[in-house]
Every structure is written in structure tokens, then in C-alpha cells.
């Protein structure tokens, strides 16, 4: 059985269309994402996920899609999620997780090119979102 990880997927939109996203200290650009606990659907994993990496409440409105990572051969279930407050340009929150690390999160124009920055899977998780964003506005 493939293993399911969830991933929060915060947009806004400024000048274009936004993805909340951060910078680990050790990976590199990354986008929240997480597994998916015994007994728990990978909508309400999308929100324990966004609340334990940015600190940030919010509800799953709806499911993007599922996507294949090939490289690591897990299997992503993306939600689109509101956020109850307005959200900062760029902030730092510190993390319990893997010892401690503090994220830097920031807004990713969804049109612009992903630099070596992005860790690899995230680079291939990004272009498979922005497809299905941009077929979803035509």
C-alpha cells in the first residue's frame, strides 16, 4: 500500500496567483506537507499539518486532486484550505519537528520559474498544481 501525505494548499492572490509556502534550513523551498495519521482523513491530516509547521488555523474547502511523487513513490492528496486570518508577506515560525528548525514562510508567485531553491519534490508537486490551477481558470 502507498503511503498518503496531505498537503495544505493556502492561495491568494496579488498581482497573480499565490501558494503559501517556506524555506527548511537543511531542504531547501518547500511546501507544507505531511502523512496521514491512523483514522484520520487526509483533509483534516491538510489542517493538523498547516497548524503544526505555520501555526496557522484553518478548514479544507475543497480537494484539488491527487498526485504520484515518483521519486520518493508516496502519494499526495491536495486540499485547498481558508485560513481564518490575513496572512503576513513573509514570517519565521519555529518548529518542534526534526529537533526544532525554524521555517521562513513566504508567497510564491504560481507563474514564475522554480529555482534550484525548491527541493526537488516539491518542484514537481508545484508544476502538477499549477496545471490543474490553470486549467481550472479556463
Known amino acids: 500500500m502507498s503511503i498518503v501525505k496531505a498537503c495544505p494548499v493556502v492561495l491568494r492572490t496579488r498581482q497573480s496567483l499565490e501558494i503559501l509556502a ?4 537543511l531542504a531547501g ?4 506537507m505531511g502523512g496521514v495519521e491512523s483514522g484520520e482523513t487526509t483533509a483534516s491530516a491538510a489542517i493538523r499539518e498547516l497548524h503544526e509547521e505555520a501555526r496557522i488555523t484553518g ?6 486532486g491527487t498526485w504520484h511523487a515518483e521519486i520518493t513513490g508516496h502519494t499526495w492528496v491536495f486540499h485547498q484550505c481558508q485560513v481564518s486570518a490575513g496572512l503576513p508577506d513573509t514570517w ?5 519537528d526534526d529537533g526544532g528548525h525554524q521555517f521562513r514562510f513566504f508567497w510564491h508567485p504560481l507563474g514564475s ?3 534550484n531553491e525548491w527541493h526537488s519534490i516539491f518542484r514537481g508537486a508545484l508544476i502538477t498544481l499549477m496545471v ?3 486549467h481550472e481558470a479556463h
Open 22 to 25: 517556506f524555506e527548511h534550513p
Open 29 to 32: 523551498f518547500q511546501l507544507v
Open 59 to 64: 478548514k479544507a474547502i475543497r480537494e484539488l
Open 92 to 96: 519565521i515560525h519555529f518548529t518542534e
Open 113 to 115: 520559474e522554480l529555482t
Open 132 to 134: 490543474w490551477l490553470r
